[in-house]
Nanobody, 113 residues
Framework: QLVESGGGLVQPGGSLRLSCAASGFTFRNYAMSWYRQAPGKERELVASITSASSSTNYADSVKGRFTISRDNAKNTVYLQMNSLKPEDTAVYYC????????WGQGTQVTVSS
């Protein structure tokens, strides 16, 4: 199970930190990703991190603004989002990729003045 939290309403230029708490599987063995889906658009990959945090990848649209990290002791993955823009508005989902795939239920992020 994956449970996201930390979404909300923020003004342009602001910051949010999303969290995704995992349970029911061996978290440290899974690569983790954050996706987002805006209204009327397809779900897109935002950022990913390997199981041992040895490598991260980001969508071009968020490079330099977002940072993905994980704490295997807490079974949690994070997405620090800075310099938020209105186009970052979406439902954000975390995903665990490994032997099986798991998705969270999503958390809404709205960037608006």
């Amino acid at each position: 199970q994956l449970v996201e939290s930390g979404g909300g309403l923020v003004q342009p230029g602001g910051s949010l930190r999303l969290s995704c708490a995992a349970s029911g599987f061996t978290f440290r063995n899974y690569a983790m990703s954050w996706y987002r889906q805006a209204p009327g658009k397809e779900r897109e990959l935002v950022a990913s991190i390997t199981s041992a945090s040895s490598s991260t990848n980001y969508a071009d649209s968020v490079k330099g603004r977002f940072t993905i990290s994980r704490d295997n002791a807490k079974n949690t993955v994070y997405l620090q989002m800075n310099s938020l823009k209105p186009e970052d508005t979406a439902v954000y989902y975390c995903r665990a990729r490994g032997v099986l795939n798991y998705w969270g239920q999503g958390t809404q992020v709205t960037v608006s003045s």
